[in-house]
Structures are given as C-alpha cells and as structure tokens.
C-alpha cells in the first residue's frame, strides 16, 4: 500500500489557503487529495475558509458568519500574497466543481467547534450529492457530535475523528462515535504507539500537517495510509519514491 498524500488547504505553501489556485495547484502536483474547511455564511452558503474571522489571510475584520458569501468574495489577500490579486475565498461547490474531474479524494472539515452553525451538515452533504461525489468524500471535525450528526444524515458517509489534544482510548472512541478513520496531529505520530493501535483496529492513519521532510520519510516507511500536507509536491516525490521501492522488493 502507498501512503497517499493529501495538500492541506490545497498547496498553501504555494498558494493562499483554501482558494481555487491553492486546490487547482494540488491537482497539477498530483496530489491524491484535498483538505479543506467550511464555515458558513449569514446567507447560509459554505465558505471554504479557515478561521471563523477574515483577517488572518484576507483584507477584511470580523466573522464570517456576519457576511453574505457575496460580501466575502470582495476581500482580497494581496497584503500577504501579492501575486494573487484575483484570488477570493470560494464556495464549496465551486472547490467540487474544480476538483470532481480529477479524481482526488475531499476531506471536508466542518469548523464547528466554535460556532455551531445550525443545519451545516446537513447542507454540506446536500452540496456533495449534488456534486455527484459522494463516494469520494470524507468529512472531519474538532466537534464531534458533527461527526455523529454526520453519520445519523447519512450513515454511508465516510468520518474523521480530528483531534490534536490527547485522550485515553482514542480508537476505541472512534469506533463508539462510528467514526471511519482517526485524523491525528504529527505530535501523535511521534510514538508508534498510536500506530499500533489504530492498525488493530482498523482505522486508517490520516496525519496533519506534515511539513518535514523526515517526517514524511518516517510515516512512509511506517506505512500510514495519508499524510497532509503544505507541501505536496515534496511529500509525493517521497512518498512515490517509498512505493517503487516497495514494489521493486515485492517482485523480487
């Protein structure tokens, strides 16, 4: 099995976080997925953006959730990145539109944790079925019950238990909550132990945000099923390198 390699906020080494250039960029660096993350608006759309507020990357203040989608769309981020002066924060299903012909795999992940955004999930699996990518989609939260919320819509969706903070029996809480894989912290990873218990298990390893080379290298050889990642680009070139290796020793 190849660890595949997941570009965090799409290739935002590269490129503004969780924009369509951040996404489009993944795609031509071969990425096996995206990660991204939706608030919702005042008018109810799902914004792909990070942070509850607009300031970290963009030229605005205050929460996303006092905006309309159209409002939002104004705010530049030259301030940080200058040469993107066209790229805006993106809807959802914009982010599907552009990322469905190519294949990749989607990890939503739902910023429930400080505000709660009353019917979001129902809405973002109303989005990916209209997308037609149902099967191609993973959906993660720091707020848990959005998981389970998740699971009770549509007990087909696939779940990733976020967390980066540690508490006792991780897997086993996972599968109590019907969560299908565990998205861990690289902190996590340090120790094999994690490892162990998740392949007993059954739960796919999904590993954010890995950044560092050695890192990279390390959970490769260990055999975990995703890493994500600013860097994808770097983290492929490893991670192809690991699997022809792997191949190679296979037929032998």
């Known amino acids: 099995m190849r660890t595949k390699v997941w570009a965090h906020r799409g290739a935002s080494a590269y490129a503004p976080e969780n924009t369509l250039e951040a996404f489009d960029l993944a795609i031509r660096q071969k990425s096996d997925g995206i990660e991204l993350d939706i608030q919702m608006t ?27 989608m159209e409002e939002l769309k104004k705010f530049r981020c030259t301030r940080f990145w200058p040469d993107f002066g066209n790229s805006v924060i993106p809807e959802l299903k914009e982010v599907l539109e552009l990322v469905k012909p190519s294949g990749l795999t989607v990890n939503i992940e739902l910023k429930t944790g400080v505000f709660r955004y009353k019917g979001i999930e129902k809405e973002v699996l109303k989005q990916v079925k209209n997308a037609g990518m149902e099967e191609r989609v993973i959906y993660s939260s720091f707020h848990h019950p959005s998981i389970i919320k998740v699971k009770q819509l549509n007990p087909k969706a696939l779940t990733g238990l976020l967390f980066s903070d540690g508490f006792i029996n991780v897997p086993g809480y996972a599968k109590l909550i019907g969560a299908d894989a565990l998205h861990p912290s690289l902190n996590h990873l340090r120790s094999k132990k994690l490892i162990r218990k998740a392949k007993k298990k059954k739960l796919p390893l999904h590993v954010w945000t890995v950044n560092e080379k050695d890192m990279m290298e390390y959970l490769t050889e260990q055999g975990i099923e995703v890493i994500i990642t600013n860097y994808p680009d770097l983290a492929k070139e490893i991670t192809d390198k690991k699997g022809r290796l792997h191949d190679t020793i296979s037929r032998i």
Request: aromatic content about 12%; charged content about 35%; overall charge negative.
């Open 42 to 68: 005042k008018d109810g759309k799902l914004a792909v953006i990070h942070d509850e507020t607009v300031g970290r990357i963009w030229d605005g203040s205050g929460y996303v959730k006092d905006y309309t």
